[in-house]
């Protein structure tokens, strides 16, 4: 299995922005479907960013929930075998620790389908 550290959580007003990474080792990360998770205190862990792994010369494609599309991007450096998540535009419903994962299913939202998971990060978002 792959071995998944989180780091770039923090606490950032609302409007900011944070850069999550997620470095791997073990395995290479372009082999995997990565995906962002999020847990906030009392409610189940949710999908947030998917990138399916690269097929050849093609880097993956990218997912996201509706609640962070267009504010939230995905991205994968294969050279450092680091996947990102660059939050943009943060609001207080953000607040969670956040997770990467690793699937060998293709383009999956469900947790059960992720096999290897990080520690998670803390994000805060002040008011």
Same mark, same amino acid.
């Given at each position: 299995?792959?071995? &998944?550290?989180?780091?770039? /959580? /923090? &606490?950032?007003?609302?409007?900011?922005? &944070?850069?999550?990474?997620?470095? !791997?080792?073990?395995?290479?990360?372009? +082999?995997?479907?990565?995906?962002?998770?999020?847990? !906030?205190? *009392? %409610?189940?862990?949710?999908?947030?960013? /998917?990138?399916?792994?690269?097929?050849?010369?093609?880097?993956? $494609? =990218?997912?996201?929930?509706?609640?962070? %599309? *267009?504010?939230?991007?995905? +991205?994968?450096?294969? !050279? %450092?075998?680091?996947?990102? &998540?660059?939050? $943009? $535009?943060? %609001?207080?419903?953000? =607040? !969670? @620790?956040?997770?990467?994962?690793?699937?060998?299913?293709?383009?999956?939202?469900?947790?059960?389908?992720?096999?290897?998971?990080?520690? /998670?990060?803390?994000?805060? @978002? +002040?008011?």
């Amino acid at each position: 299995q792959v071995q &998944l550290v989180e780091s770039g /959580g /923090g &606490l950032v007003q609302t409007g900011g922005s &944070l850069r999550l990474s997620c470095a !791997a080792s073990g395995r290479t990360l372009s +082999s995997y479907t990565m995906g962002w998770f999020r847990q !906030a205190p *009392g %409610k189940e862990r949710e999908f947030v960013a /998917g990138l399916t792994r690269s097929e050849g010369r093609r880097g993956g $494609n =990218t997912y996201y929930s509706e609640s962070v %599309k *267009g504010r939230f991007t995905i +991205s994968r450096d294969n !050279a %450092k075998n680091t996947v990102y &998540l660059q939050m $943009n $535009n943060l %609001k207080f419903g953000d =607040t !969670a @620790v956040y997770y990467c994962a690793a699937s060998l299913s293709l383009g999956s939202r469900i947790t059960t389908d992720f096999s290897s998971w990080g520690q /998670g990060t803390q994000v805060t @978002v +002040s008011s």
